[in-house]
């Protein structure tokens, strides 16, 4: 994108989306990056984006089973390990150990589904599988990540003389504090602690009665805390041994820190992938949030087909407070590329054309959108909107004189990539005199080839729409029985404002209202009345081509599945009468060798070579029938292979017949629908359109969709 308009992103609650989009974020370096997303120049880096987002989405849909993303800065890190003799801390080389067994674990993940997610994989980077540091880090740390005994054997020595010390302290202050009970001098809480070191709570009467050293008092004065004199040496051994452990310790951490900095490039990609994971984390959750997809991409020129449309924000509060949201479909091509949108008030006109505008920020921005995956978004160089009322007390601008100044910033920018989002188009002054300037801005605009959607009640506007072969009309639906608006766009027509029916809605008394009408050019209020018709008409049509769409659907399955019951049956008549006839043949052969059994001569042996003989000519005649049989059925499929044979040859070179020209349309000529049967007259032609008089109705269509009767 070349020019990214701020207000734009304003105006349309770009803001709130990466809002939405930082939450998700576990980085902070991420959180930067994404608070200044907006719409990117490169369409590579756009589709890369959201084939990366679709990729992480499909693992997280089919219930694979991913690696958890431990997604932890290690900048701070990076930085210490930059500098020579630096040490780094166990938390930090938790830290590092946390990143090596991600990645090591994502690079395990792409090994068994190497032929999926070839995006995500290559995030992967110049990275490496490697266990090197988890073996280093299991020397020194631990199942609880603290630091072994063994880490080393100074280390280990040490903690053995600490652990022996500790003893030996124990059991002396045990037996002060048993001499000290026997003879009265210890108050009831015994002990404390003081500096790491156990001391007896003695009566400060009978301080004196006790040897050692004394470390503090209560507040009251009540009470002495005293070291017993016989572990006075071992505690200062025992903070000997502890400062060589500290000493020991920060050793071992060097040794780790220097085998750390030999892996500082290797440790540089994790954080690449860190960075990179947690974006495409974080874009994910939000499409989870948003119910975003990743739509098809059109990169050939702007035409945009948007099915099922949510506006992600409406959306996700609808959600939240359990409400309905209507999705909106609507397409912007070369052929209609200026939707005119008109309706009620509060009819759902600026919501719809926000949808189209956030949408189209999020996609150049590579989110995923809130759309059926069978939408196709393009790519524009300007998204430019103005949306809302914005007086400015500070520059003395009324909402009118800020238009203008927009809609002549506007004029600079217009070209076949610009993508318009005119709210409320041309007003904010007298309705003929700023109808009739808002006219000249649309027919400019039109002229410089820009895409739009034009909320508007100008009635200039909407019969201009009509007129222009590359605009369209479009409203939102209104409900004439209960007053209320539907939410619902329907392309094709231009709408009514339902002005006096939205005035009786909300409690206008019907003598106002009539008092109103007659105050109202006759012609605009049966213009008006005949657009809320045609509304109303048209939302019967399209309820009853619906209804009569799933009745032919419906029509279509109920003979889809008769014949698949009717071959169904047949089949299985073919194989019972099939088997009926195998089963008559073997009941017949069964019957004679029943009775070739039953005559069987066992005891006249004369008899049986003259018996034997007639049951193997028997046998001879039933198999030579069967061969017979067979090779009628090879000569059969023969013949019939080679009769298909010459009839495909024969279609070969049978010269193909020419296509009866069509008759070119002409104006005064009779014509049809090519879809329909009604005849209309053609009254005139402009370009590929034509204006045809069917009745008392006339209606624009494309010249090539007419037949000459």
């Known amino acids: 994108m070349f020019y990214f308009d701020e207000k734009t992103a304003t105006d349309l609650e770009f803001d709130q989306i990466k809002v939405w989009l930082t939450e998700a974020c576990q980085t902070e370096t991420v959180e930067s990056r994404v608070q200044k997303l907006q719409p990117l120049r ?7 984006s959201l084939n990366l987002t679709h990729d992480l989405q499909l693992i997280r849909n089919r219930g694979v089973q991913f690696p958890r993303l431990t997604l932890e800065e290690l900048k701070k890190e990076l930085k210490l390990l930059s ?32 032929e999926n997610y070839e995006h995500l994989q290559s995030l992967m980077g110049q990275a490496y599988y490697t266990t090197a540091i988890e073996k280093e880090m299991d020397k020194v740390l631990d199942k ?26 124990n059991r002396n202050f045990d037996r002060a504090l048993r001499s000290a009970l026997n003879n009265g001098y210890i108050d009831p809480t015994k002990e404390s602690v003081i500096d790491n070191r156990r001391v007896l709570t003695v009566l400060s009467s009978y301080k004196r009665e006790v040897q050692g050293r004394v470390m503090g008092g209560s507040k009251t004065g009540s009470l002495t805390y005293i070291e017993p004199q016989v572990n006075r040496a071992l505690n200062f051994e025992l903070d000997q041994l502890i400062d060589d452990e500290r000493k020991e310790i920060q050793r071992i951490l060097a040794e780790l820190s220097e085998f750390f900095r030999s892996q500082y490039e290797l440790l540089l990609e994790y954080q690449k992938i860190v960075y990179a994971f947690d974006e495409v984390n974080a874009k994910e959750k939000l499409a989870r949030k948003i119910d975003g997809v990743k739509p098809q991409l059109n990169l050939k020129n702007q035409d945009t087909f948007l099915k099922e449309a949510y506006h992600p924000i ?18 912007l091509k070369k ?33 995923m959108v809130s759309v059926n995956p069978k939408s196709k978004m393009a790519f524009f160089d300007y998204i430019l909107s103005d949306i809302g009322d914005n007086q400015s007390i500070e520059n003395e601008l009324s909402t009118y004189s800020y238009r203008l100044q927009r809609m002549n910033f506007f004029l600079k920018k217009t070209s076949p990539k610009t993508l318009l989002l005119l709210d409320e188009f041309g007003t904010g002054s007298d309705p003929d005199l700023g109808g009739a300037l808002a006219e000249v801005f649309f027919e400019t605009i039109y002229k410089d080839g820009c895409f739009g959607v034009i909320t508007t009640h100008y009635s200039n506007i909407k019969l201009k729409a009509s007129e222009l072969p590359e605009a369209v009309n479009a409203n939102m639906l209104f409900n004439r029985t209960t007053l209320s608006p539907e939410f619902q766009l329907s392309m094709g027509q231009p709408g009514s404002s339902f002005t006096f029916e939205v005035a009786q809605k909300n409690g206008i008394p019907k003598d106002m209202i009539e008092q109103a009408k007659t105050k109202v050019d006759g012609q605009k209020i049966h213009f008006d009345q ?56 073997y009941l017949s052969q069964g019957q004679k060798m029943h009775h070739f059994i039953e005559s069987y001569p066992s005891k006249a042996k004369g008899k049986q070579p003259a ?3 007639e049951v193997k000519k028997y046998i001879t005649m039933e198999k030579s029938k069967r061969e017979a049989a067979l090779k009628k059925l090879n000569e059969a499929n023969e013949v019939k292979k080679a009769a298909q044979k010459s009839k495909a040859k024969q279609q070969q070179n049978k010269p193909s017949k020419s296509k009866k020209p069509e008759k070119p349309i002409e104006v005064g000529l009779k014509v049809k629908l090519k879809t329909g049967k009604q005849v209309g007259e053609v009254i005139s032609i402009d370009g590929n359109d034509a204006k045809v008089v069917f009745g ?14």
């Open 42 to 48: 490169d369409q590579k880096k756009v589709e890369e």
């Open 83 to 114: 500098i020579s003799g630096s040490v780094l801390q166990i938390k930090s080389l938790i830290k590092l150990l946390d990143a090596s067994l991600m990645v090591n674990e994502l690079f395990l993940f792409f090994k068994e589904h190497k």
């Open 144 to 169: 609880h990540l603290k630091i072994k005994d063994d880490a080393s054997e100074a280390l280990k020595s040490i903690r053995q003389g600490m652990q022996s010390c500790r003893k030996q302290i």
């Open 314 to 331: 409406l959306l996700v509060k609808n959600v939240a407070a359990k409400l309905k949201t209507i999705p909106q479909t609507f397409e």
């Open 335 to 367: 052929e209609n590329r200026l939707l005119v949108i008109s309706g009620p008030n509060a009819g759902g006109k600026s919501i719809t054309l926000k949808t189209m505008g956030l949408l189209q920020l999020m996609f150049q921005s590579g989110l």
């Open 530 to 585: 005949l657009i809320s018709d045609l509304q109303r008409e048209k939302s019967v049509l399209q309820k009853l081509k619906k209804e009569s769409y799933q009745s032919k659907q419906l029509m279509d399955e109920t003979k889809e599945a008769f014949e698949r019951k009717r071959i169904h049956f047949e089949e299985l008549l073919e194989t019972q009468q099939k088997r009926i006839e195998r089963n008559d043949k």
């Open 611 to 613: 018996f034997l003989k």
């Open 696 to 709: 008392n109705l006339t209606a624009k269509v494309k010249v090539k969709e007419l037949r000459v009767v």
